[in-house]
């Protein structure tokens, strides 16, 4: 039996006014009670919280159990019953200053709200009714110390899904940083799919793929760019995270219970950030739906701006270099955390506030350039052109080796992201704008090749065009020209292996005196003919490919026509 008791005889009825009932209008959330027991075991010493939601049949009781230091009777006839009436006034080491978080339990409107805790021994019961009164008793001896503070209600099944959910919610948006292990159980013997246990607590952190961490005199910051998080987190976020998606965020926390958040800029310089700081001076306002603007919060929001203008515009640039590096190393097929990482951190080396300078943008290379696999924005913007390429392939090495850096482009937001911040000189796809051809190794040339190849330098001689050399060639994209000279800006890059202009490859052989070799493509349908003829006759196969190829060239006089027709006849005579 209690040994004392506050409460009215008959039925309790939830009073519509009074001291308890006014403090009680406060919370906007009615299921912010749960931030207030948290936090009250937090102050109590806990090492861990267990918040348990369990239904049998009609009856649910919602009941959070730490191993705190719990409360004497003293306690309990003081701080814990009586209004306003706080035990942690002019402790700076707790978080609650008002003595009133307790009383949002009735914002739920919970029919008994009954309290077990014990310490030093000794357990006590306290029952709080409806009409805010209450029952104090004296249980059997309990060892160690701790506290459970246990809603009892009646709900149908469909309600009590909905209040588990909000209860859920409720601890994820005020607890999910908590500075204490905590866990969710839940229990309901009709849907066992829905029930099981879930951590609450986590690290602090946010949504972006760079951030700085920093640790000064018991507070915690976290800061990091919104730009480039929908590529790539750093940290996978969790899905309620009320940070992701907004462009702009603040959180503000002691002890990891939240005192508030918000997406609007706090000062110059801090839009497109977002930021979580955990700190002991922090401090909530009366109604709790704020934090109060003090000198600590302003001192905090100012250490905010200076870490983005100072640390983390540092660390992006690093961080920066070494995905670029890490990019231009890798081989194709790409990993895509490796390419999105490099991708997310460019845009927020792109985007305000943490807008880099041109000469610390580094970009990946295909090839190595001036002994380097990377190369920043700024000295490739110098240049009169700037060649793209999706993958690494020997195209860009080739360009690479002849002095033309090819920048690595495995993802289009690289480009425009580059494209943001003013234009660019290109970019120019690189196997749009250069051809590589190798001639046929020895293995794939016949005696007929051999013999077609003569036949049409000796055709074109005896028309008057002098080429040192004819061979057949296998071009690394599709070309429109049948052959291709080998002079001017046609280079060698390797053993049978030139890199010419596409530019030059389409016009070359029209509009260019012949001064050098000549290479004919082995996929041009003409010269397949021709090799084809040249097995039966490479006299006939080799003069009308020669003709075939100077179609293409002037000869307004038919003075090279005449010449083919004399030489061809001089043959055959």
Request: charged share 25%; with cysteine; aromatic share 6%.
């Amino acid at each position: 039996m209690p040994y004392r008791s506050e409460r009215k005889r008959g039925g309790a009825e939830r009073p519509e006014a009074g001291p308890v009932a006014e403090m009680v209008r406060q919370f906007a959330d009615p299921y912010a009670f749960v931030r207030e027991f948290v936090q009250n075991s937090i102050d109590a010493g806990a090492t861990a919280i267990v918040v348990r939601v369990e239904r049998s049949g009609a009856s649910v009781t919602t009941s959070v159990q730490d191993d705190g230091a719990g409360m004497d009777r003293a306690v309990i006839e003081g701080p814990l019953l009586t209004l306003f009436n706080s035990s942690k006034e002019g402790d700076s080491s707790k978080i609650g200053k008002y003595g009133v978080g307790f009383v949002s339990v009735f914002a739920v409107d919970p029919e008994v709200v009954e309290i077990d805790t014990w310490r030093d021994g000794t357990c006590h019961r306290v029952r709080l009714f409806r009409d805010h009164r209450y029952e104090l008793e004296r249980l059997a001896p309990r060892d160690g110390h701790g506290t459970i503070v246990s809603l009892h209600q009646t709900m149908e099944a469909a309600r009590f899904e909905e209040h588990q959910a909000r209860i859920e919610g409720a601890l994820l948006r005020w607890c999910r940083y908590a500075t204490v292990p905590m866990e969710l159980h839940v229990s309901d013997p009709d849907r066992p799919e829905g029930s099981g246990a879930r951590r609450i607590d986590g690290a602090l952190g946010v949504p972006a793929p760079i951030f700085v961490e920093t640790h000064r005199g018991g507070e915690h910051f976290v800061v990091g760019p919104s730009a480039g998080s929908e590529r790539f987190c750093a940290t996978p976020p969790a899905p309620e995270d009320p940070a992701w998606g907004k462009p702009t965020f603040a959180g503000f926390y002691n002890r990891g219970l939240t005192l508030f958040e918000t997406t609007e800029p706090l000062l110059p310089g801090l839009e497109h950030v977002r930021f979580r700081v955990d700190s002991p001076h922090l401090r909530h306002t009366l109604s709790r739906d704020n934090v109060l603007r003090d000198r600590a919060f302003h001192r905090v929001v100012s250490q905010v701006r200076d870490l983005v203008t100072g640390s983390l515009r540092r660390e992006l640039g690093s961080r920066l270099a070494r995905a670029a590096r890490d990019l231009a190393k890798a081989r194709p097929p790409y990993d895509e955390e490796v390419v999105l990482s490099y991708v997310a951190l460019l845009e927020a080396a792109c985007a305000p506030p943490l807008v880099l300078p041109k000469d610390e943008v580094v970009l990946p290379l295909v090839a190595a350039w001036e002994g380097k696999h990377v190369a920043p924005e700024g000295k490739l913007f110098k240049r009169k052109e700037m060649f793209v390429a999706p993958l690494a392939n020997e195209l860009g090495r080739a360009l690479a080796q002849v002095g033309e850096p090819v920048v690595l482009v495995p993802h289009p937001a690289i480009v425009s992201s580059l494209a943001a911040r003013g234009p660019l000189p290109g970019p120019l796809a690189v196997e749009k704008h250069w051809v590589l051809l190798h001639e046929l190794p020895d293995a794939e040339v016949t005696k007929a090749d051999g013999e077609l190849c003569l036949g049409v330098q000796k055709a074109l001689r005896g028309a008057g065009i002098r080429v040192d050399r004819v061979a057949l060639a296998r071009p690394s994209t599709g070309i429109a020209a049948p052959c291709v000279l080998v002079q001017g800006d046609v280079r060698c890059v390797g053993v049978g292996v030139w890199l010419c202009r596409m530019g030059f490859v389409e016009r070359g052989w029209a509009e260019e005196r012949a001064r050098g070799g000549l290479l004919l493509d082995a996929a041009n349908e003409v010269v397949v003919a021709a090799r084809e003829r040249a097995r039966e006759d490479s006299f006939v196969a080799a003069h009308l490919l020669a003709r075939i190829l100077l179609l293409s060239r002037e000869d307004p006089s038919g003075k090279v026509s005449d010449s083919l027709f004399e030489a061809s006849a001089k043959v055959i005579a």
